[in-house]
């Protein structure tokens, strides 16, 4: 047993061990145990880290915000430089069309209130800035073996654009950079070790068990265990006391050869496409990735165990994926087999993350991020060190939400937009959050 620790994080993804340097620059000694052999070997190192600020509600398109500088500025983000290397951040910027799903004025009213820099693109100037783009609406997305699908356009499109949008070209190398800014400041890293309990004692948490039967001691206990948080938050005992649920929803993200002109030495910009249900964009070899946006078409694939759902692509996916993107982009030749990945979100009910205590004195939580927080990860770190100084220190955070003043723009972020007992909040209800 090693002797007790200020705090116990539960997981090593790019939030976990972002929470994990905040919680050991406050101070506090801080053991972060993971299941998995490394850093960001989670969920984290299939994400497809792209950077926006397209969001639904002020506070997410504030916290964004207020984090993208620390990609920018990342070593000084961390404090120290990792000698085995640093993720980059790519500013690409994004082009969002135009979609039902998903509000041009909404976004922009946030923007113009937050001061983000974007522009309206009409049919012409995008295809100027972008010929190799069909820039027809076949809204709504539908699946590749519907007779409409090769129905002609019925309109064309208009965009946003985001110029400081872009993406970091390894995600699972950010999460490392965090857990060795971690260490630097003296969290002790346990990787094979998994929670398989949670110690309880006069009413607060004490603790946790690891397989084989270890119980490592803590007085604070953050759950950042990504697909597996809400497994985690029933063996706390807290999911009772939460009004949004988390669960475990499979996705697939391919990769093919860019199409001429979009790639990244191109210039090609990150593009969200809920016209057709997709989004795609550069990576370094001149390739594209290309994920989908939940349309209403696609069934979900909810996952209740998530150390057992097939990880492998599937040939329905893939024909989808590609053929949508043929819609978008008509020189796009389609690969004759999958190079993707299959993963999985921590999505919740209304698509935006928990940053929060719990009903359990000492157990807090990062978690449902909903395959849209890997950019918010250098804030979410500071998100719960405010948290838990202002909860230990006897806040009641249910009752008078702590405020995150922002540096960037100094404005206040409301902590309570991500309560576990929140209403849910309206949004696109799906990825875009
Ligand atoms: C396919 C995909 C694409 C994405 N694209 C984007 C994007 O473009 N932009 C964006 O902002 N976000 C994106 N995301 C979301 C983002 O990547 C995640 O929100 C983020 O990586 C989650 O990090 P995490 O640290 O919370 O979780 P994870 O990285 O999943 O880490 C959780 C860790 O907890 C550990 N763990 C779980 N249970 C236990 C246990 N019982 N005991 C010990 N350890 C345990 C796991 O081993 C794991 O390492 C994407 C996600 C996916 C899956």
């Given at each position: 047993m090693i002797p007790g620790t200020d705090v116990l994080v539960i997981g090593a993804g790019v939030i976990g061990s972002s929470v994990a340097l905040e919680l050991a620059r406050s101070g506090r000694s801080v053991t972060v145990i993971d299941k998995g052999p490394a850093p960001g070997a989670g969920s984290t190192s299939s994400s497809s880290s792209i950077i926006r600020f397209?969001?639904?509600?002020l506070d997410a398109v504030l916290t964004a915000w207020e984090a993208a500088p620390a990609w920018e500025h990342w070593e000084q983000h961390l404090g120290v430089a990792d000698p085995d290397g640093m993720c980059r951040f790519l500013r690409t910027g994004m082009l969002l069309f135009d979609s039902p799903d998903f509000s041009f004025t909404r976004i922009t009213d946030l923007w113009d209130d937050v001061g983000i820099p974007y522009e309206v693109l009409e049919t012409p100037e995008i295809a100027a800035r972008?010929?190799?783009?069909?820039?027809g609406k076949y809204y709504p997305p539908k699946p590749v073996d519907d007779p409409a699908f090769a129905d002609d356009p019925n309109g064309t499109l208009r965009a946003l654009t985001e110029p400081d949008a872009g993406f970091v070209d390894d995600p699972m190398l950010a999460a490392r950079n965090l857990a060795y800014a971690a260490r630097h400041h003296g969290a002790t890293f346990r990787f094979h070790a998994e929670v398989a309990g949670v110690e309880i004692a006069d009413g607060r948490v004490a603790g946790v068990r690891l397989v084989g039967g270890e119980v490592l001691r803590s007085p604070v206990v953050v759950n950042?265990?990504?697909?597996?948080s809400w497994r985690l938050n029933e063996m706390a005992g807290v999911t009772e006391g939460m009004r949004i649920r988390t669960r475990a929803l499979r996705q697939e993200v391919f990769a093919a050869t860019a199409p001429a002109g979009l790639a990244l030495d191109d210039g090609a910009p990150v593009v969200s496409d809920l016209d057709i249900g997709q989004y795609f964009r550069p990576q370094i070899g001149g390739t594209v990735l290309v994920g989908g946006?939940?349309?209403?078409c696609d069934e979900l694939e909810w996952?209740?165990?998530?150390?057992?759902?097939?990880?492998h692509t599937t040939v329905e996916k893939f024909e989808t994926t590609m053929y949508r993107l043929a819609r978008r982009v008509p020189s796009f030749g389609i690969p004759h087999r999958p190079t993707g990945l299959a993963a999985l979100y921590d999505a919740s009910d209304d698509w935006v993350p928990i940053y929060d205590a719990s009903d359990l004195p000492g157990w807090y939580m990062a978690c449902g991020?909903?395959?849209?927080?890997f950019k918010n990860a250098p804030i979410a770190g500071k998100f719960l060190r405010a948290i838990v100084d202002a909860v230990e220190s006897g806040h009641d955070h249910d009752a008078e939400p702590v405020r995150f003043v922002g540096e960037r723009t100094g404005r206040a972020i409301d902590l309570g937009a991500f309560s576990r007992r929140r209403s849910p909040a309206s949004t696109s209800g799906t990825v875009m959050g």
């Open positions: 397209s969001y639904s509600t972008f010929p190799q783009l069909d820039l950042v265990g990504g697909p597996h946006t939940e349309p209403a996952v209740d165990d998530a150390d057992h759902y097939d990880e991020t909903s395959g849209n927080q």
